[in-house]
């Protein structure tokens, strides 16, 4: 007989939402969102545990609804610099690809005074 591998569905921040607002309208027990929304009860009690992070990300609009995961960057400066770059690059229909993408990165960090960034190519 062979082991089955446990399944893994990460959760859109809507999805987490409406698992929220079923909660806490109080029509539910947390037997039933289990039943309701298929999700573990493990995963359930970090949602309900974690909720006022969700709400205020959900929100603010920081994350969109089909987002999975709330990590940020560590970089967020040099990120929105880069964004920022493509968005132009791209709106100019100039062609760019991985190494021309580095060097900006390496301009931004020197512009910006990084001294803890560094580069890898994934």
């Not at 970089?75 to 690809?97: A, D, F, G, M, Y």
Request: glycine share 4%; aromatic share 6%; hydrophobic share 35%.
């Amino acid at each position: 007989m062979a082991i089955q591998k446990r399944t893994h569905h990460a959760l859109t921040l809507e999805k987490k939402m409406d698992i929220i607002l079923d909660f806490e309208s109080g029509s539910y027990s947390n037997t039933a969102l289990v039943m309701k929304h298929g999700v573990p009860k493990s995963s359930l009690t970090r949602i309900l545990h974690d909720k006022d992070k969700l709400r205020d990300a959900f929100e603010t609009s920081r994350f969109g609804p089909q987002r999975k995961c709330l990590r940020h960057s560590d970089h967020e400066e040099l990120e929105k610099c880069l964004v920022l770059w493509l968005r132009r690059t791209r709106s100019q229909s100039i062609p760019i690809n991985g190494p021309l993408i580095s060097a900006k990165a390496e301009e931004f960090v020197l512009q910006l005074g990084m001294k803890d960034f560094l580069h890898s190519e994934g």
